[in-house]
């Protein structure tokens, strides 16, 4: 990983632990929550390519990230999971990308970020509320795999495929097959 690959994932991770903690410390709910569960999906959807961009990421993480992250994380993913249902059921079929963009921060949350924190919490069993929010989310992923289904039915008429929705697909896995070839050849040669 050269320098300047260094310090774009150092500030990936600085980003997305930044989020998290705030989600997890935030006290105005009402107010700001859905926003900021909508920022921290952002984050999660950057960090979670990022790691198949640069595999070897996890020797960025500093004793200090590595403490905010296993302190923050068990609150931040049940309040984040809580917010996913409204975050998912809005999505219009004339915003398909948005719902394959939501699938994707959704995967990575589940399988990516949280493989990440049971290696920092040493492999310990999850907790009650993380099973508990883990079997909300997937839900949620239901919820979402159903709609892109049906949205991307030849007789569907709403849906719309909207170049401009479709995020940096650099890093994402071919796994996410909900994103057709065309809108990753669109990313091939970015970052």
């Known amino acids: 990983m050269s320098s300047t690959e260094q310090a774009n994932m150092n500030r990936i991770i600085k980003d997305f632990l930044s989020r998290l903690h705030y989600l997890s410390i935030l006290t105005k709910e009402i107010e700001y929550g859905h926003s900021n569960a909508s920022k921290l999906y ?3 959807y950057e960090f ?3 790691t198949y961009i640069y595999p070897d990421y996890r020797q960025l993480f500093t004793d200090e990230d590595k403490n905010i992250f296993e302190q923050c994380f068990p609150i931040g993913f049940v309040k984040l999971v809580g917010y996913t249902p409204g975050l998912v059921d809005n999505i219009e079929p004339s915003n398909l990308n948005i719902a394959r963009a939501r699938r994707s921060q959704l995967w990575f949350l ?3 970020i949280l ?3 049971k290696e920092i919490n040493g492999g310990n069993e999850l907790t009650t509320e993380i099973q ?3 079997n909300k989310l997937e839900t949620s992923d239901n919820v979402l795999e159903c709609h892109i289904s049906d949205w991307t039915e030849p007789g569907y008429d709403e849906a719309e495929d909207k170049p401009r929705e ?3 697909l650099n890093g994402v896995p071919e796994s996410h097959d909900w994103w057709t070839e065309e ?3 669109r ?3 970015n970052k």
Do not use: C, M
């Open 166 to 168: 479709v995020p940096n």
């Open 42 to 44: 952002n984050s999660v």
């Open 183 to 185: 809108h990753r050849q």
């Open 187 to 189: 990313w091939k040669n």
């Open 132 to 134: 508990h929010a883990l």
């Open 110 to 112: 589940k399988n990516e």
């Open 115 to 117: 493989d990440l924190y």
């Open 48 to 50: 979670g390519r990022h």
